[in-house]
């Protein structure tokens, strides 16, 4: 499985983006998609995930309410939508993907990455 990140760049705070990762490969394997993201000097984080059949969802309490995420399966992408933006958002985000049959917040249950994109919100 690969996975294509996208749609980062430079917003003020308080504004949006929406975020793109597209899958391929083994895709019909995979059982849930998520987002994390990794602020300069600070632990890679959780931020949202999604299963393939887009029938649950969990964010990261800081995202809620603000972030959504989203599926197309026709187009094996997921998204991020991101409102709302603060300069605590300000990070590389990564995609990830697991066959793993649970809705995973931890990194360790993703095999499979994405590169990053980079999100950065100014004040």
């Known amino acids: 499985v690969q996975l294509q990140a996208s749609g980062g760049g430079s917003v003020q705070a308080g504004g949006s983006l929406r975020l793109s990762c597209a899958a391929s490969?083994?895709?019909?394997?995979?059982?849930?998609l998520g987002w994390f993201r990794q602020a300069p000097g600070k632990e890679r984080e959780f931020v949202a995930a999604?299963?393939?059949?887009?029938?649950?969802?969990t964010y990261a309490e800081s995202v809620k309410g603000r972030f959504t995420i989203s599926g197309d399966n026709a187009k094996a992408t997921m998204y991020l939508q991101m409102e709302s933006l603060k300069p605590e958002d300000t990070a590389v985000y990564h995609c990830?993907?697991?066959?793993?049959?649970?809705?995973?917040?931890?990194?360790?249950?993703?095999?499979?990455w994405g590169q990053g994109t980079l999100v950065t919100v100014s004040s």
């Open positions: 990830a993907a697991t066959a793993l049959a649970v809705l995973s917040t931890q990194q360790s249950d993703y095999p499979y």
């Open positions: 490969g083994r895709t019909l394997s995979l059982y849930g």
């Open positions: 999604i299963t393939w059949s887009r029938s649950r969802i």
